[in-house]
């Protein structure tokens, strides 16, 4: 089977170990839908494992949706492959797939109660009516609704709604479950909350789950791995750390978090670190690796820049360079400082307040930077 | 604007005034006058006596007005239940297809309103005659089947579906369009196939749309006159027909009141049952 | 809007209503205000010559100084607005065949002519008249017509309707067009009376139950029928089987015994403001040379003396041998029995 191959060689970065198809749950090889001549996603190639939790990220229009409405049959594929626990799904309509879905707006069948609801797919699928009893109080248990079985969807909260929707999937126990940004039309909080049930209830089931957000912080709590997606390409996948700490491109760091990006000519700085020197002049020294000297561009994390009111302390001369505050942004427990650093980069830095650290506007520092903080992307 | 005029009135009088004047006017009075009217004695020469009497409604329980009658609530139920089964799936299209297609067909679903019913009759007698389009084509075909439906209640159902579809066409695609995608898409991957996902979710979420849609056809269909007379003849006679003869040739004034009063009753009745139905399911 | 009060809104409504409730108790009648001199007729081609001929081209206006408006409904609408209006009609004159004359006069609703203003009156044969409120401007005859391109041999009688030959192909008014005078002229050829109307009742229920008689409903519907060559034999117009030969559809009309002599024609309604002018009116309906020019258009003789019609519409007019098939009949009995004998057609010839 020539998919075989595909399924781990399409994309170089975050490529999944191939430890037997056993453990593979869902396969997409090479898959690409065309929208125009111009504007098509993917070819896109991933695999995930049983019970895994995976996130595809990405900005609105990156082609996210769009591959999870290819997993679930809604939209016709133009090459490539989707392959569901071996078979490959391609030519099955969407209603005999047996994939889990739970949308973003929310779509409890208004004239259904809860139970029915919950109930609709397993009344399609002729279960004795004793069984459907059972298994909907079960899935109802689970997202602790057990009470409103009685009620109609118009009589439950946003949150509680979508609960619903995620019982009435769980129900069917599919092999694999989509979660179309289904917590976007909840409040912050609850938001929160609902992703800390989700998880825990995830955990549990060991339920395979694609979840598709344009909120990285979800998908940072949330993920066993994440796919980072722009403009219908795959940037990065892997876990959160790895997408966080070493971002496979310019793109996947500035989208994931906050940074500095310095972009430089590399010179050779001693035997374990290199200098770059920054189009405004800037001299940053990093952790030398296998790096050769030429142009790149370094990614430091606003977190990771160390403010010190006062002269820089004699260990850490090198990388300290007097800051002014430009502005500043306070958000109770970080504040946010507008750098100018030696006077000509401007950077982002984060950092508490605290009683003896309250700097204001125009007033000077020392703004250190580790140069192992200092990650150096991929050409 | 709030100088003077210690009571106000309610808004919504402001909006409803002109309408209600007008329902007052055309409608509620005249109306009133055909009651009254029902419950007067019918003279030859004066049109009515100042007479009252039950005997206009006592005359209606005749066979053969009653045949008539009966046909005319079968017409109604068939030529609706058509307008049902075919309407659906062409809403559903319209409702779901994109903004220029639904323009393009909304305006040739609405096309046989803009034909008048008796130009349209007419047209049905060129398709349905004995040497008309349909016949010939059979013809042509060389097919020796015969389409013999001109003057019988068929032909009739024929012109009223098409004559009405558009009034079952137009509530439910507004009802449809206003159902989201996304629940349809629900109802699919939880296993229900088109038909299915159609019948558990589509008819019961546009129930409101259906239930104008019917409403409609069915008060239309069984107070025409024009289409019966031309494309009935004697077989497809109904009330509207029995109606107007009594006001145009007989000049029975009173009998044709208690008739009309009984088909205004009657669709008044089908009115609230249907509207009572409607709303005992969507809780 | 504000400025309203609740209290005007409900004078309003209370006044309105008022209003109402006097014009339909006809204590309040617009008719009573000055208003246009209205004639009324049915609409369509035959309305548009009416006011083309008799009004402009008879110059109405210059004769009596008022202006006219034209009311276009079924000629048996008007007869029933007419009586209904009580004295106060919406109308001034109104056109009409003998059977809704008869209805009107004898509900007391029609104005004498007066003579002296109607000079043409004294060129018109009495077979055109009713009493002194009624002169017809056309002759008129409901006889036979007749597909000649299918049917060898001219009908001799209404019999020929249920030649089976004809199965389905041949039809009969309904009662609510010109049935009802069908009936009674068909009935008395078969020996029936005005009275008596079960010989016509008879042959009516064969013609539709055993030949499949197609119900005409107006004369539209009767001309369709015929130029599509659906329909062989119909009872119908002389003059509109005139203008379908004259447009190439193969049929020609025929004078068989039954076949009714009847007349059009301008009434005065009783309460009209306008007596003078409306005599004025009926006056012009008869004069000779505006009596041709309608004529020539619908192709009905003319009913003045004096009016000549062109040579080549001479074969119009109406000749004795058809007029000695023509049967009269007594309209106070024809108006008395008609909700009778619907009852009787709709349960025995329709159902």
Sequence with gaps: MTGKRALTGGNSDGVVPDDGQRDVALAVNRLVRRYSSDVAVGPLSFSIRHGEFFSLLGPSGCGKSTTLRCIAGFESVDSGEIVLGGRNIEQVPPHKRGIGLVFQSYTLFPHLSVFDNVAFGLKLQKVPRADIAVRVAKALELVALGEFVARMPSQLSGGQQQRVALARSLVMEPPLLLLDEPMSSLDLKLRTQMREELRALQRRLNMTTIFVTHDQTEALALSDRIAVLSQGKIEQIGTPEEIYLRPASRFVAQFIGNSNLVSGQAERAGDTLIEIVSESGLRLAAKAGTLRPGPLTALIRPERIRLTAGEAAPECRRNSFPAEIRSRTYLGEDAHFQLLVDGREPMLATRKMTDDFAPSPGQPLMAYVDPADVYILPA | ?283 | MGDFSRRDVMNLFAGTAASIALIEAGLLTPANAARNFVTASAGGAWGEHIDQIYIKDGGFKALTKLDVSSSYQLESVAASKIIASKGAPPFDVSCHGQSEVAVMHEAGALLSYVPSLVPNLADVPDTAKMGDHYCAMNFLLFGLVWNTKEIAKAPATFEDLLNPAYKGRIGIPAYGWYGMNWLHGVNKALGGTEDNIDPGIKFAAQAVKKNNAIIIENADHARKMFGQGEMLLCPFWNGIASQLARSDVPVKFESVPGTLGLGTGFVIAKGTPHEEAANKFVNLTLRPDLQVKFSSWNLYPPTNRKAKMPAELESIAITDAQLANTVQLDWKKVVAHRADYLKRWNEEVLS
């Design chain 2, 1 to 283: 604007m709030s100088t003077s005029s210690p009571r106000k009135l309610p808004s919504w009088l402001w909006l409803v005034a002109p309408y209600l004047a007008l329902l007052v006017v055309f409608l509620a009075l005249p109306l009133a006058n055909v009651l009254v009217l029902s419950f007067h004695r019918y003279s030859p020469v004066s049109i009515w006596e100042p007479t009252l009497t039950v005997e206009n409604y006592g005359q209606i329980f005749t066979p053969y007005l009653s045949a008539i009658t009966l046909r005319t609530f079968r017409i109604g139920l068939i030529t609706t239940g058509l307008c049902v089964l075919l309407g659906y799936p062409v809403a559903y299209y319209l409702a779901r297809c994109s903004k220029r297609a639904m323009t393009i067909g909304m305006f040739i679903i609405l096309l046989p309103l803009m034909v008048s019913a008796v130009v349209g009759s007419f047209g049905w007698i060129v398709i349905l005659g004995r040497s008309g389009l349909a016949n010939n084509a059979l013809a042509a075909l060389g097919l020796s089947a015969r389409i013999d439906i001109l003057y019988s209640e068929s032909a009739v159902v024929l012109a009223l579906v098409h004559f009405l579809l558009p009034l079952m066409v137009l509530p439910l695609t507004a009802s449809i369009e206003k159902i989201s995608v996304r629940m349809e898409e629900a109802a699919t991957v939880l296993g229900a196939g088109p038909v299915t996902m159609f019948r558990l979710v589509i008819v019961p979420l546009s129930r409101a749309g259906l239930i104008s849609g019917v409403l409609l056809c069915f008060s239309i269909a069984i107070s025409v006159v024009v289409i019966s007379a031309l494309l009935g003849g004697r077989r497809g006679r109904l009330i509207g027909n029995e109606i107007y003869d009594q006001v145009i040739t007989a000049a029975n004034w009173p009998f044709a009141s208690s008739l009309a009063i009984v088909l205004v009753l009657s669709i008044i009745i089908a009115m609230s049952l249907a509207l009572t139905l409607g709303r005992r399911k969507v809780a």
